[in-house]
């Protein structure tokens, strides 16, 4: 059964960090892109970053970059977020997702075939 997993969410105080991973089951990891998104309530969700399956190019929003690096560990078939200097603005359900694409990435929700069901983080002192 295909499955991804995220965890590490929670409450953190503003200028606080969190790490976020994304654990892969039921197919290999490192023949996707991978993809991180996050949802706040009332809005869409958005991609914030990703990295592709090749060569582990990267690419970020804006509203993250400089903050948050995304990593992965295809030993461990479990992607990462590391965020920080974390804001309120940052509060929203965090998603990692999975896509076939192999040479590239993009924060486009409708390139990813495989979710996980979410990590809620709060961002508030």
């Known amino acids: 059964q295909v499955q991804l997993v995220e965890s590490g969410g929670g409450l953190v105080q503003p200028g606080g960090s969190l790490r976020l991973s994304c654990a892969a089951s039921?197919?290999?990891?490192?023949?996707?892109?991978i993809g991180w998104f996050r949802q706040a309530p009332g809005k869409e969700r958005e991609g914030i970053s990703c990295?592709?399956?090749?060569?582990?190019?990267?690419w970020y929003a804006d509203s993250v970059k400089g903050r948050f690096t995304i990593s992965r560990d295809n030993a461990k078939n479990t992607a990462y977020l590391q965020m920080n200097s974390l804001e309120p603005e940052d509060t929203a359900v965090y998603y990692c997702?999975?896509?076939?694409?192999?040479?590239?990435?993009?924060?486009?929700?409708?390139?990813?075939?495989?979710w996980g069901r979410g990590t809620q983080v709060t961002v508030s002192s």
């Open positions: 997702a999975a896509t076939e694409t192999y040479s590239y990435c993009s924060g486009l929700v409708v390139n990813y075939k495989y």
């Open positions: 990295i592709s399956a090749s060569i582990g190019a990267t």
């Open positions: 039921g197919f290999t990891l490192d023949n996707y892109g």
